[in-house]
């Protein structure tokens, strides 16, 4: 059976391919390790020659690229071009990344010097989401490469062509037969390739995932594993302008219909009045949101969720957290205007009862109140995750608390959750990570460090042990 993208706005097909079964991935692994040992070989500035002859295949590509995206994922054709404009970025970023934390460093000693190098792992596998299906597979792909690795990249079953498309891109910059390697297909293409014969699994999506990789890789302590994961995130309101600050809230849990992993999903707020302001003005202005395909003119803020099935289980979830006794101010539904993957975003009050510590990977702010900012610290922590969080004030004591108390990966301050740059890391604790943060840090998982003694000749060893032996 072939394999299908479908366009979550209007439900056509947007790309139909054959998917690989276990031969041809075995194929396509094959491949990967006999270009391999040149790849790894090849002086560092090949490869980032042919790294940014990649780059040039992006800029030339960009609109139709981002269409691509748009197509297949639903999200508006201002945030697809935003996405593959930091997938350009990432090259850059990565090239600078690769010679700060992987270089090369040599100190003198007395009987010659130690050295530090850094090898690439071998053949590494890359699985994609469907959510920034360009970018982030973007931000292994490019470090595993420029570390010397080579690659075998599945696509989300869910975003394929935009797989294709940056295969695409890859052929243009001229890499050698093998160093980079698709294959298309669902989770048994998946199986097939984490099964195989790989030296790492790069890879970002869901918890479930990640922990089912920790387990399958328990015995096979030669794969490194790069798991970003997904969050129950916090977001600690706490004073400052209601305008503002509802801003934060709505971009922090709404922007890309929440499907981020990033994305707030628990709005902390004080028992007050400016509290209770506060949540009636995110609630006013997640009214104004503008839902729409992804081609609409003007453009929408949000566009659908990836699947009709997506839309299903979002409900679901929050029908169930209804059931144990959240307030829905603002009721999650399905649009029966358009597409039934279309969602409006949701606003429930959860406080006092035991919401389920899990990501609902759609747009849903979950609101507790508390009583002071102790309790506001021991609810934003009291979560298995540990991605992002964030916390709303002018008062620098309290970020100060915030900062050493908070169990984040990524913690930000007056700015949205979702916020994130190239050039930092980005991973998080707990069972949103397995303490590999990508971004900027990914060159540290796509090579190991060698350590050396060096010496141009074997003279002086002798002397150093002659008193210590019998004549």
Not at 82 to 97: D, P, W
Request: hydrophobic letters at 45%; a negative charge; aromatic letters at 6%.
């Amino acid at each position: 059976m072939p394999l299908q993208s479908i366009d979550p706005a209007t439900g056509a097909v947007v790309w139909e391919g054959p998917s690989h079964d276990a031969a041809a991935v075995a194929a396509a692994l094959g491949k990967a390790r006999a270009a391999f040992p040149a790849w790894g070989s090849l002086p560092l500035a090949d490869r980032i020659a042919h790294v940014e002859a990649f780059r040039a295949a992006l800029e030339a590509r960009k609109d139709a690229l981002a269409e691509t995206i748009s197509r297949e994922t639903g999200k508006p054709r201002w945030e697809t071009l935003a996405e593959v404009g930091s997938m350009i970025g990432k090259v850059g970023i990565s090239i600078k990344a690769h010679a700060e934390r992987t270089g090369e460093r040599r100190q003198e000693m007395p009987f010659g010097e130690a050295v530090l190098r850094h090898r690439p792992h071998g053949v590494m596998a890359v699985l994609g989401p469907f959510n920034f299906p360009g970018h982030l597979p973007n931000g292994h792909i490019v470090p595993a490469l420029l570390a010397g690795n080579t690659v075998v990249f599945k696509p989300s079953e869910m975003t394929p062509a935009t797989g294709e498309a940056m295969a695409a891109c890859w052929a243009e910059a001229g890499l050698p037969e093998g160093v980079f390697n698709l294959v298309q297909g669902a989770r048994e293409t998946g199986e097939a390739l984490v099964g195989g014969a790989i030296d790492g699994l790069l890879f970002t999506g869901s918890a479930g995932a990640g922990a089912h990789f920790r387990r399958l890789f328990a015995d096979r302590p030669h794969v490194i594993l790069a798991l970003e994961l997904g969050g129950n995130n916090p977001l600690i309101a706490w004073d400052g302008d209601i305008a503002e600050t509802a801003a934060i809230v709505v971009q922090s849990s709404f922007v890309t219909t929440g499907q981020r992993c990033s994305c707030a999903r628990r709005l902390i707020v004080p028992d007050t009045a400016w509290g209770r302001d506060l949540v009636e003005a995110v609630d006013a202005l997640s009214r104004r949101i503008v839902i729409g395909a992804w081609n609409d003119d003007p453009q929408p803020y949000i566009g659908p969720l990836i699947s009709e099935a997506a839309a299903g289980s979002a409900k679901a979830a929050v029908d169930g957290i209804v059931a144990r006794g959240a307030k829905a101010l603002r009721e999650f539904r399905i649009l029966d205007c358009m597409s039934p993957a279309f969602v409006r975003p949701a606003l429930l009050d959860v406080t006092g009862i035991d919401a389920p510590d899990s990501e609902i990977f759609a747009p849903v702010a979950q609101v507790t109140r508390v009583a002071d900012f102790d309790a506001a610290i021991a609810a934003a922590n009291d979560t298995r995750f540990g991605l992002s969080a964030g916390l709303v004030t002018g008062d620098d004591g309290l970020w100060d608390k915030f900062l050493l108390e908070c169990r984040a990966g990524v913690v930000n301050r007056n700015r949205p959750t979702t916020g994130a740059a190239g050039s930092m890391p980005f991973g998080g604790l707990g069972e949103s990570g397995n303490h590999r943060p990508s971004a900027y840090y990914a060159a540290d998982y796509c090579a190991y460090p060698v350590a050396s003694f060096e010496a141009s000749s074997a003279e002086g060893n002798s002397g150093a042990i002659a008193a210590m032996l019998k004549p």
